[in-house]
């Protein structure tokens, strides 16, 4: 099994940044990639970016392009969400979640951290 914990969240002004930081333990040896999502109150999880484990590709949302950008630290199991010109629209729940291939589910999920952007 693989274990994600999310951190970083917090209530910033439109236009701030925030990092988010997802831990991996267990058998981290088994992720192909990592990814971010959000779900905001009343829609659908959506997907923000992800990133592989080894070699380090990533892609994005349209929406979050040139804003977000995510990045890993081996030595550490750790993924990041620079997350920078947020909009309020932005506000919603983040959950970092990994899968074994790339034909594969998110099957590992964190519980989350709340990001809010005040307009």
């Known amino acids: 099994q693989v274990q994600l914990v999310e951190s970083g969240g917090g209530l910033v002004q439109a236009g701030g940044s925030l990092r988010l930081s997802c831990a991996a333990s267990?058998?981290?040896?088994?992720?192909?990639?990592l990814g971010w999502f959000r779900q905001a109150p009343g829609k659908e999880r959506e997907f923000v970016a992800r990133?592989?484990?080894?070699?380090?590709?990533?892609v994005y949302a349209d929406s979050v392009k040139g804003r977000f950008t995510i990045s890993r630290d081996n030595a550490k199991n750790t993924v990041y969400l620079q997350m920078n010109s947020l909009k309020p629209e932005d506000t919603a729940v983040y959950l970092c979640?990994?899968?074994?291939?790339?034909?594969?589910?998110?099957?590992?999920w964190g519980q989350g951290t709340q990001v809010t952007v005040s307009s």
């Open positions: 990133i592989r484990w080894s070699g380090g590709s990533t």
């Open positions: 267990g058998r981290t040896f088994s992720i192909y990639d």
């Open positions: 979640a990994s899968r074994g291939g790339i034909l594969g589910s998110y099957n590992y």
